[in-house]
Every structure is written in C-alpha cells, then in structure tokens.
C-alpha cells in the first residue's frame, strides 16, 4: 500500500528554520512529481512547492519563494522541504502529496497520495 509519511514540523521563532521531511513506503517517489501544502486554520489548502520527477523542475508558491527549497533523496526515497525565515504566517499543517504521474499539478485534486500532515507553529 503506497504511503508517504511527514515529519520536522514544530514551534519556531519567527526567523527561524525548519526542514520537512516526506518518506515514501511502498512505491519509488523518484517516479513521480511531490509536492508540498499547506493548510492554515480557516483557510484553504495552499500548494506551495512541487517538484518533478524527471527534468528537475521545481515550483514555488510567492507567498515562499526565496525562503522554501524544495529537494530529492532518491536513495533515501524522501522528499524535503527546507523553510528558513518562517513568519507567523507559515503556521499549519503541512502536507506532501503526490499525483499519479511526475508533472507537478497545479489542481490539488489531481495528487492522489497524501501524508498526514505535520504541524508547523511560528510564534514568539
């Protein structure tokens, strides 16, 4: 059964950094596009990076570009996001999800496998 698993979230400080961490169990994520979500309280769910899995495409939502580095482990089958200069407005449950194929989607209904989240607070 395909299962992809998040982990790294936690309280920071504004500034601070974080690195999110997606494993995959049960298919090879080096086969298809990962991207990563993220879902604030009261708000819809936010695609902020992806990436492909074959020409190395990368995409960035604004709201985290130059802050959010999204990268590959293929011999660890894991997919990464690192966070720096986390603002309060990062505060959320973040999700990696991947669609069937190794485009990154822009339509959040077009990735059919999903983590359970991990929880990120920034907070002073």
């Known amino acids: 059964q395909p299962q992809l698993v998040e982990s790294g979230g936690d309280m920071v400080q504004p500034g601070g950094s974080l690195r999110l961490s997606c494993a995959a169990s049960?298919?090879?994520?080096?086969?298809?596009?990962v991207a990563w979500f993220r879902q604030a309280p009261g708000q819809e769910r936010e695609r902020l990076s992806c990436?492909?899995?074959?020409?190395?495409?990368?995409y960035y939502a604004d709201s985290v570009k130059g802050r959010f580095t999204i990268s590959r482990d293929n011999a660890e089958n894991t997919v990464s996001l690192h966070m720096n200069s986390l603002k309060p407005e990062d505060t959320g449950a973040y999700f990696c999800?991947?669609?069937?194929?190794?485009?990154?989607?822009?339509?959040?209904?077009?990735?059919?496998?999903w983590g359970q989240g991990t929880q990120v607070t920034v907070s002073s």
């Open positions: 049960g298919f090879p994520l080096d086969y298809y596009a």
């Open positions: 990436i492909s899995s074959t020409n190395g495409y990368t």
């Open positions: 999800a991947t669609p069937r194929n190794g485009l990154c989607a822009f339509d959040a209904a077009l990735y059919v496998y």
